[in-house]
Nanobody, 120 residues
């Protein structure tokens, strides 16, 4: 069984910074693209940023220049550095990744989410 566990969400003031982490554990052969999504209160799930296995990145327009996604393949971990946070960044942040397991099957895995609240 493969799990993704996010951490780092908390209450932060506008203009502040946070770093989220998401670590995969279990029987993992490899992980391709790792993606951060978020769901604001009463809203849909939105893509925030994704990073490929070759470190190619993609960002939502709303976070470009403020958020940075990175990964540590040796630790099966993806990070989301969030700077200049604004109240509209308040959301539950989820990590997602397709994971190749020893049977040769690729399974899509979601984390449980971590809450980021931006408020004074």
């Amino acid at each position: 069984q493969v799990k993704l566990v996010e951490s780092g969400g908390t209450l932060v003031q506008p203009g502040g910074s946070l770093r989220l982490s998401c670590t995969a554990s279990g029987s993992i052969v490899s992980i391709s693209t790792m993606t951060w999504y978020r769901r604001a209160p009463g809203s849909q799930l939105d893509l925030v940023a994704r990073i490929s296995s070759s470190d190619s990145t993609e960002y939502a327009d709303s976070v470009k220049g403020r958020f940075t996604i990175s990964r540590d393949n040796a630790k099966n971990t993806v990070f989301l550095q969030m700077n200049s946070l604004q109240p509209e960044d308040t959301a539950v942040y989820y990590c997602n990744a397709p994971v190749l397991i020893p049977t040769g099957r690729e399974v899509e895995v979601w984390g449980q989410g971590t809450l980021v609240t931006v408020s004074s």
